[in-house]
């Protein structure tokens, strides 16, 4: 069984995440909670169960909603080149999601993340440079607007990631790690540049995996 805690702070408030993991075979059983699931007593507020075959589909049941969402994951060939599908249904709100990313090789990406009966659609391309640095242009096609995020590995585990939305004129410095044996982290500062006050956003977010 595995077992996660995530931790978020942010300048006005702060909140928790915990998530148990039990593989059953093929597959996995989750239950996911926040921080709402147990303040002022145990209840279900923020409890998410969930089915999962990886790389085939997830099934999410949210209790005090009483929603599915399911997603449901394949990879076809095109041009020899594999295409990375994803279809996700809420059942809830009746909105449904397609996204699809086309690796043309170890460097570039192509992906499109389109919401059906809605303008709502994003193609982004992705290209690695040297291994080590990430440049992700993204357009909005229901904004009519694009974004840019630029990325680079430092000292193996560490990333740092800058991120501009020229629509809502938001920009963003971002830092996080992924180690296997000190944890995870991401320490994220946003700015406004369409408001008036000038003082960044912050934001630091943890996460713990355990094994038991």
Not at 30 to 55: C, F, H, I, Q, Y
Not at 170 to 181: C, G
Not at 183 to 197: D, H, M, Q, R, Y
Request: charged fraction near 25%.
């Amino acid at each position: 069984m595995k077992a996660s805690l995530k931790g978020r702070y942010e300048t006005d408030k702060s909140s928790a995440a915990a998530t148990l993991a039990l593989n059953a075979g093929d597959v996995k059983l989750r239950a996911s909670m926040t921080d709402a699931t147990v303040v002022k007593g145990p209840s279900l507020n923020g409890l998410v169960l969930a089915v999962e075959k990886p790389g085939f589909f997830i099934i999410d049941y949210n209790i005090p909603k009483k929603d599915f969402r399911f997603q449901f994951m394949n990879t076809v060939k095109v041009a020899e080149k594999p295409l990375n599908l994803t279809y996700i249904h809420s059942r809830g709100d009746n909105r449904t999601i397609v996204d699809g990313t086309l690796v043309v090789d170890s460097a570039n990406k192509v992906s499109a993340n389109h919401m059906l009966g809605s303008r709502n659609c994003k193609l982004k391309y992705s290209y690695v440079h040297g291994g080590v640095t990430t440049f992700e242009p993204c357009y909005d096609l229901a904004k009519n607007s694009w974004d840019f995020a630029v990325s680079r590995k430092v000292y193996g585990d560490d990333v740092f990631k800058a991120s501009y939305q020229t629509s809502s004129k938001a920009l963003a410095l971002e830092w996080s790690r992924n180690s296997k044996l000190n944890g995870n982290f991401k320490i994220t500062a946003a700015l406004n540049l369409a408001e008036e006050s000038q003082i960044p956003k912050l934001s630091a977010e943890s996460t713990w995996n355990f094994e038991m």
